[in-house]
């Protein structure tokens, strides 16, 4: 990502909506999926930027963040975050079979080599974990957004589980997510492409009123998903979950 963009992350991932909304469906899936084990293995948060996600997984069990920016890792280590790893995707620095869960939000369209990277979180996942994945959706809607984090692609719902099928995980969930406001995502991302300057991340800024009912509606959202179980048909995100066979 541009260096901007992490001190722009730091500043609002741990109360802006999309951010919240995104954490909350990805840590309630991994609540629900991960193996239960008299001696649960640490989780592996994969591409953890600036720690929010983190910090909450350290709260629960054993963790290990990995990222490729030192410029995020200092803003993790800033929250007091132990147990980081600066590294690539693709080839990740851990022994086989090492971790019961993986959590790698909007990480895997940054890696070049995704095939190469999802092989590699099943390599490093114990028989039985789970990886809880989300990436942006949809190509159409690329544009300065994408530019400005240095993204390589974004993907369609069954790209997602062609992906992780072809890396050998047993596809458990795959839905999208933003469902109720992607006709808004769609018209933002088409004005941005018509806006001039540098490109930069879209996170506009909104009262804390309209913060506050995204992130109720973005939580109804996703217990549509991990606890009724239904996969929502369109969004501006993939959410996945591949579990590695026993």
Same mark, same amino acid.
């Given at each position: 990502?541009?260096?901007? $963009?992490?001190?722009?992350?730091?500043? @609002?991932?741990?109360?802006?909506?999309?951010?919240?909304?995104?954490?909350?469906?990805?840590?309630?899936?991994?609540?629900?999926? @991960?193996?239960?084990?008299? *001696?649960?293995?640490?989780?592996?948060?994969?591409?953890?930027?600036?720690?929010?996600?983190? *910090? $909450?997984?350290?709260?629960?069990?054993?963790?290990?963040? @990995?990222?490729? *920016?030192?410029?995020?890792? !200092?803003?993790?280590?800033?929250?007091?975050?132990?147990?980081?790893?600066?590294?690539? &995707? #693709?080839?990740?620095?851990?022994? #086989?079979?090492?971790?019961?869960?993986?959590?790698?939000?909007?990480?895997? $369209?940054?890696?070049?080599?995704?095939? #190469?990277?999802?092989?590699?979180? %099943?390599?490093?996942?114990?028989?039985?974990?789970?990886?809880?994945?989300?990436?942006?959706?949809?190509?159409?809607?690329?544009?300065?957004?994408?530019?400005?984090?240095?993204?390589?692609? =974004?993907?369609?719902?069954?790209?997602?589980?062609?992906?992780?099928?072809?890396?050998? %995980?047993?596809? $458990?969930?795959? *839905?999208?997510?933003? %469902?109720?406001?992607?006709?808004?995502?769609?018209?933002?991302?088409?004005?941005?492409?018509?806006?001039? &300057?540098? !490109? =930069?991340?879209?996170?506009?800024?909104?009262?804390?009123?309209?913060?506050?009912?995204?992130?109720?509606?973005?939580?109804?959202?996703?217990?549509?998903?991990?606890?009724? &179980?239904?996969?929502?048909?369109?969004?501006?995100?993939?959410?996945?979950?591949?579990?590695?066979?026993?």
């Amino acid at each position: 990502m541009n260096p901007e $963009e992490y001190d722009k992350m730091f500043r @609002l991932e741990g109360d802006y909506w999309w951010f919240v909304g995104r954490r909350d469906l990805a840590l309630r899936l991994l609540e629900r999926n @991960l193996p239960r084990r008299s *001696s649960p293995a640490p989780v592996l948060d994969l591409g953890c930027g600036t720690g929010a996600v983190l *910090s $909450e997984l350290e709260a629960r069990r054993g963790t290990v963040g @990995l990222d490729f *920016s030192a410029r995020a890792l !200092a803003f993790c280590r800033q929250r007091g975050l132990p147990r980081l790893v600066q590294g690539d &995707g #693709a080839r990740l620095p851990f022994t #086989a079979n090492g971790f019961d869960g993986i959590v790698g939000l909007d990480i895997f $369209e940054h890696i070049e080599d995704d095939t #190469a990277a999802l092989s590699e979180a %099943f390599r490093v996942l114990n028989p039985g974990g789970v990886l809880i994945l989300s990436v942006p959706a949809y190509g159409f809607l690329w544009g300065p957004h994408d530019v400005a984090l240095h993204h390589f692609r =974004r993907y369609t719902r069954r790209e997602v589980h062609q992906a992780l099928t072809a890396a050998g %995980f047993k596809v $458990e969930r795959c *839905s999208h997510a933003v %469902f109720v406001l992607f006709p808004v995502v769609v018209v933002a991302r088409w004005l941005e492409r018509r806006r001039r &300057g540098p !490109a =930069r991340a879209s996170l506009p800024s909104i009262p804390d009123w309209m913060n506050r009912a995204l992130i109720a509606l973005q939580r109804a959202e996703g217990k549509v998903v991990w606890k009724w &179980g239904f996969n929502l048909p369109w969004g501006s995100s993939v959410v996945s979950v591949g579990r590695k066979p026993e």
